[in-house]
C-alpha cells in the first residue's frame, strides 16, 4: 500500500495547485483539460506502480526457484552422508535396516514370460531427491510387455526402462512395481535390477540388482 502513498500524494498536490490557479483558466475547455491531464497523470503513476510491484514479485518467485535448485545442487555435491537406493524382490522385510530380496525363484508362463514383483528401498537416512532409474534386465531378455509406469526413452537399450521418482525419502520402499520378462529359453536364471541418479545419491559403480531362477513346468 505504500508503494502507492507517492503517486496519490503528487496527484493530490496537482488538483490542490490547480484548485489555486483556477480562476488563470479562462476557458472551461482549459479547465477542464488540466483538470483531466492531472488526473490521468496520477491513474497512469499508480498503473506503473502496480505493474512494477507485479514484476517485483515475478521476479522474486523466479529467483526462488533458482535458489531452491542451487540448494539441491549445493547438497548433491557438498561433502556429507548421500542416499543410496537397492533393489529388492517383493515382498520383503521392512525392519530396521530393511532384509532386501535379491534371489527369487519363480515360474514360467505359458506365454514364456516371468511375472517378477520388486520394489525400490532407500537404505539410508539421506532424502533420495529427483531420481531418475533405469530398470534392466539381462541382454537377451525381452519385455513381455511394457512396464506400468516406465517409459522407453531414446537412447536407452533396448532390456532398459525409465522412471521418474521426484523423492523417495530415508528409509522408506517405493510402492511395489512389477515387470513381465521374456527369458533365453536356455536359461535357467536371469538378472534384473536398476541403475539411478538422484541429486542426493551417491554414485553407484555397479547396478542393484537381483537374481531370478525359473521354476519350468
Known amino acids: 500500500m505504500l508503494d502507492y502513498v507517492l503517486p496519490i500524494a503528487a496527484c493530490l498536490y496537482a488538483l490542490l ?6 480562476e488563470k483558466h479562462q476557458t472551461t475547455v482549459r479547465r477542464v483539460a488540466a483538470f483531466v491531464l492531472v488526473l490521468l497523470l496520477g491513474i497512469g503513476s499508480a498503473i506503473n506502480t502496480h505493474l512494477s510491484k507485479q514484476k517485483a514479485e515475478m521476479l522474486q518467485e523466479k529467483l526462488t526457484s533458482v535458489e531452491e535448485e542451487l ?16 533393489f529388492s524382490f517383493s515382498p520383503f522385510q521392512k525392519t530396521s535396516p530393511p532384509e532386501l530380496v535379491t534371489e527369487k525363484t519363480l515360474p514360467l508362463n505359458a506365454d514364456g514370460s516371468v511375472h517378477i514383483e520388486f520394489s525400490i528401498v532407500n537404505t539410508t537416512d539421506v532424502d533420495a531427491v529427483d531420481t ?8 537377451g531378455c525381452k519385455y513381455a510387455k511394457e512396464p506400468d509406469g516406465f517409459s522407453k526413452l531414446p537412447g536407452l537399450m533396448n532390456n532398459q526402462r525409465y522412471l521418474f521418482i ?35 545419491c551417491i554414485i553407484a559403480k555397479e547396478p542393484s540388482a537381483g537374481t531370478v531362477h525359473i521354476s519350468r513346468p
Open 71 to 86: 540448494q539441491k545442487t549445493q547438497k548433491a555435491l557438498g561433502p556429507g552422508p548421500k542416499a543410496e537406493l537397492n
Open 166 to 200: 521426484p523423492d523417495l525419502l530415508a528409509r522408506l520402499a517405493y510402492k511395489t512395481l512389477s515387470v513381465e520378462v521374456v527369458p533365453p529359453p536356455s536359461e535357467q536364471s536371469f538378472l534384473v535390477g536398476i541403475e539411478y541418479r538422484c541429486h542426493t
Open 132 to 139: 531418475e532409474i533405469n530398470l534392466q534386465v539381462c541382454n
Open 17 to 22: 495547485q490547480l484548485a489555486k490557479d483556477w
